[in-house]
């Protein structure tokens, strides 16, 4: 079993849906929690950084962690096509090293 | 505030070459440093990482090298590609915070 799986899609939905893109991931020692957004060919970008259970808001995205449930969780509000990209998942339990997801690739279609 | 750079962008290379790609940062002292892998569709897969000059820990055996000459400069190396070293290398860095910083990645294929 992967510490963390991230289901690789792809997930097509209409511009203007919520999106919905989710993480699992085995060990409770994670407190650390981060979602990045990958263009093709672009390095990832760090979107939301979550310490700990709870909601995280910026702009039309929502970061949610459920630490009891193993299971974290961004929302994008409104999406645009400019959304469509591939979002990681990556967290730690406080050292050095970050444990990434496989990654979901979205697609917003117009 | 901080930019990290990578070159170069894009890489062909023969079987049995060498190489060396090259990570600097800029804005930050004293940041860990971080080469990783990504293969077509796949996360990614941590290779060497770095807490200051001249010390390197190594994630993944491998024919592949790293060194940190200076403090924002990171360099990864090859005396022999293989065919499976071909992938997007991303350099990162991080501060102690826990959050990781890419650049805009190499993208090497080795024919």
């Known amino acids: 079993q992967k510490e963390v799986e991230q289901d690789p899609g792809p997930l097509s939905v209409p511009e203007g849906a919520i999106v919905s893109l989710n993480c699992t991931y085995s060990?409770?020692?994670?407190?650390?929690f981060m979602w990045y957004r990958q263009y093709s060919r672009k390095g990832p970008e760090l979107l939301m950084y979550t310490y700990s259970s709870g909601n995280k808001e910026d702009g039309r995205f929502t970061a949610q962690v459920d630490k009891s449930s193993k299971y974290i969780s961004l929302f994008i509000r409104d999406s645009q096509p400019s959304d469509s990209a591939t979002y990681l998942c990556a967290m730690s339990g406080g050292n050095y090293q970050l444990i990434w997801g496989a990654g979901t690739k979205l697609i917003i279609k117009p | 505030s901080q930019t990290i750079h990578q070159w170069p962008a894009t890489l062909v290379q023969p079987v049995g070459s060498p190489l060396s790609l090259e990570c600097t940062v800029e804005g930050t002292s004293n940041p860990n440093l971080y080469w990783y892998r990504q293969a077509a569709g796949r996360g990614l897969q941590l290779l060497f990482y770095?807490?200051?000059?001249?010390?390197i820990s190594s994630e993944v055996p491998q024919n592949l090298s790293a060194s940190r000459p200076q403090d924002r400069q990171f360099i990864l190396s090859s005396k022999k590609l293989l065919l499976s070293d071909s992938g997007f290398y991303l350099c990162a860095w991080e501060d102690g915070a826990y959050e990781q910083y890419f650049g805009p990645g190499t993208r090497l294929t080795v024919t």
């Open positions: 060990n409770s020692a994670f407190q650390y």
């Open positions: 770095s807490v200051g000059i001249g010390q």
